[in-house]
């Protein structure tokens, strides 16, 4: 294959988001330039730079195993580290979050309120705070296979409520209290030295203060005078060492969350003279306020960046161990690429390229489905995305709040049915990408079933009626949207799952009184018995297709992490696949065996989840958590364009979120994002 440079066109612009939806087509120029006459397939592609934009939203997540306020934090969103605080007692508790629940870990070797640190999850530092006297006690953490913490070098003067910035070898710590208000400034120096040594004071003594950034360029913001202040300040490390005032918050706290660099803050809770739920960025000079934390609190921790924070502990008035995170925009970058579709095999002169040739390209934005038209010159996808994390958006609510909902479809064209409100129901609902809307009601209501299929060629069985249900129905859609019985499943089954098409499904697990292990293949008509699982279980997730899913999650005896792989054809075998992160039931699953998303439930410490696990074949790992907390959800969709609908929260939802990338231009008038163009040449 040949790189070979063709000239820059003018470049094309984006609508304001690049989605699986709406497909919109448009029409651009590549002047070619100078070429021989080309006979081989031609792609032309344009790498780009932008963002994914998560809306500045914050949500809830996997609530600290201790409740705390006066704690500190360090450490990424999805990788944080907590420690320290006030119970009450004095605490030494340390514990380490992993993008959706907290695990204790080894304590600090002494308890402190009002402690600052820096660093990573697993290489974090701990300064200063207050033991019943003011302290300067310093510690390190490792973390791995060792999580323990070891006392190091001590600060020059014990404070307690000052911020700290930097790593765990090259930290700075910054005001707090001595038994007054201080300006005091020290840089932490690791290694071989383990040394605090003091540098350029703050140019405004402050206790209870949010600090960012790292040992060398770091931000200060809020804290306490003897009054609530707004004061943000600099600082330059290197040869200068010097605080210089910036631009002040918009709302004066003490007692901040921060999260962030020295030039992308963000400042979050606190308390004015009462708890806070005010949120800000820090950019150049200035805060501009942006979405508020779902909870006020002060005296709370943070991790991560601004753009993915995580703001944890605190207190209400009562000492809280609730955990949210925020999630705004982030840079991305990747490359769109057009390709000749027409003729393959170049035997037509009129589709070669010729010398001096404009090629009108039209094609349709659709990042996961290109247009395969062939009357198109080219279509349009996108490839080797870099930086696109996939955001949960809210999306049209459901017309009847419900949970235990069957799922079938796509994100664009999903369809519910039945499920629980006040009592098993038989009413199904469409959705249009945007809005649901009722449609015909199953023949037999019925709750906590299983469905597979498309919005309008669906199947829906198993679940509860009154008693455990074998029953099995087809949903004609389009020009009748009615329902019909087919064969009935061998085995009456609640809380069962499913996956496949509406004439080659797969039923597996469930609760016939006790949980099952039973697995049936629907063929057109008919339920046929197979292999069962290895481990019975109800309340799991699946997805896939008749002759390769997953089985995952659930309860046996107790919550587990289980995940099994099925294998049909010829073969008819589940085997035992890596396990999941979070022991989790009443749990939801989309996808494909090999590209799976494990969305929300139930765990040992949160009833309702929000998180999210995300499988490639061989391991899970933790994706972005739905905004809304829930059990009992169904979904619809792909891994990567994932609809989730439904479920329980304390009562029966109507909650709607879909999983898509949002990709829009790095500019301010969503312009041209074309950085280059070129063509690979394929003899």
Not at 185 to 201: D, I, L, Q, R, V
Not at 406 to 413: N, T
């Amino acid at each position: 294959m040949v790189d070979k440079y063709i000239g820059s066109p003018s470049g094309f612009l984006l609508p304001d988001r690049l989605r699986n939806h709406p497909v919109t087509s448009f029409v651009q120029d590549f002047v070619i330039g100078t070429f021989d006459d080309e006979t081989a397939d031609v792609s032309i592609y344009s790498d780009y730079t932008g963002y994914i934009d998560g809306g500045d939203i914050w949500s809830t997540s996997g609530v600290l195993n201790t409740a705390r306020e006066a704690l500190a934090g360090c450490g990424s969103q999805n990788s944080a580290l907590s420690f320290g605080g006030f119970t009450p007692p004095l605490s030494a508790v340390t514990e380490k979050f992993n993008g959706a629940l907290w695990a204790t870990t080894g304590s600090l070797n002494t308890a402190r309120i009002y402690i600052a640190g820096c660093g990573t999850q697993n290489a974090g530092l701990s300064f200063g705070g207050d033991t019943g006297a003011v302290s300067a006690v310093t510690e390190k953490f490792t973390g791995g296979a060792t999580n323990t913490w070891a006392a190091t070098g001590s600060l020059n003067t014990a404070r307690y409520g000052l911020g700290g910035s930097g790593t765990q070898d090259a930290a700075l710590s910054f005001g707090g209290f001595t038994g007054a208000v201080s300006a005091v400034t020290e840089k932490f120096t690791g290694g071989a030295t383990n040394t605090w040594a003091a540098t350029g004071s703050l140019n405004t003594a402050l206790r209870y203060i949010g600090g960012s950034g790292t040992q060398d360029a770091a931000l200060s913001f809020g804290g306490d005078t003897g009054a609530v202040s707004a004061v943000t300040e600099k600082f330059t490390g290197g040869a200068t060492n010097t605080w210089a005032a910036t631009g002040s918050l918009n709302t004066a706290r003490y007692g901040l969350g921060s999260s962030g660099t020295q030039s992308s803050a963000l400042s979050f809770g606190g308390t004015t003279g009462a708890a806070s739920t005010t949120t800000e960025k820090f950019a150049t000079d200035s805060w501009t306020v942006t979405n508020s934390v779902i909870t006020a609190k002060y005296h709370v921790a943070g991790s991560g960046a601004q753009s993915a924070a995580l703001g944890f502990g605190g207190t209400t008035g009562i000492v809280s161990n609730l955990t949210e995170k925020f999630n705004g925009k982030r840079a991305c970058s990747g490359r769109f690429m057009y390709w000749d579709t027409s003729d393959k095999d170049e035997t037509t002169a009129t589709t070669n390229i010729s010398a001096g040739a404009t090629i009108s390209v039209a094609h349709s934005i659709s990042q996961y489905a290109p247009d395969t038209d062939s009357s198109d010159m080219a279509d349009l996808t996108t490839l080797g995305l870099s930086g696109c994390d996939n955001f949960w958006q809210a999306t049209g609510n459901l017309n009847t709040a419900t949970a235990g909902t069957g799922g079938a479809g796509s994100q664009v064209s999903a369809l519910t049915m039945g499920g629980y409100f006040g009592g098993q129901i038989a009413n199904c609902e469409k959705f249009n990408g945007t809005s649901w809307t009722s449609t015909g009601s199953l023949s037999a209501a019925r709750q906590f079933s299983a469905g597979s299929g498309t919005q309008d060629a669906a199947l829906s069985f198993g679940g509860w009626d009154s008693s455990y249900s074998d029953t099995t129905e087809k949903f004609t859609g389009a020009a009748t949207n009615a329902w019909t019985y087919t064969g009935s499943m061998n085995t009456a089954r609640n809380n069962i799952e499913g996956c496949g098409t509406q004439n080659s499904a797969l039923g597996f697990c469930g609760d016939t009184g006790s949980v099952s292990d039973v697995t049936e293949k629907f063929d057109t008509l008919s339920w046929a018995v197979t292999t069962t699982l290895n481990t019975a279980k109800r309340d799991a997730g699946g997805c896939g297709s008749q002759n390769a899913a997953l089985c995952f999650g659930g309860y046996d005896s107790g919550r587990t992490t289980d995940c099994e792989i099925w294998t049909g054809g010829a073969t008819n075998t589940w085997v035992a696949g890596n396990s999941m992160n979070i022991a989790t039931q009443y749990t939801c699953g989309v996808g494909s065996q090999g590209a799976a998303l494990r969305i929300g439930g139930n765990t040992a410490s949160d009833v309702y989840a929000s998180h999210v696990e995300s499988y490639n074949g061989t391991t899970w790992s933790m994706h972005y958590d739905i905004l809304t907390a829930r059990s009992y959800t169904s979904g619809a969709g792909s891994q990567v364009a994932a609809l989730n609908f439904g479920g329980y929260t304390g009562s029966n939802s109507v909650v709607s979120e879909k999983l898509t990338p949002t990709i829009a231009p790095n500019t301010t008038n969503w312009g041209t994002i074309l950085v280059s163009d070129k063509a690979l040449i394929e003899p």
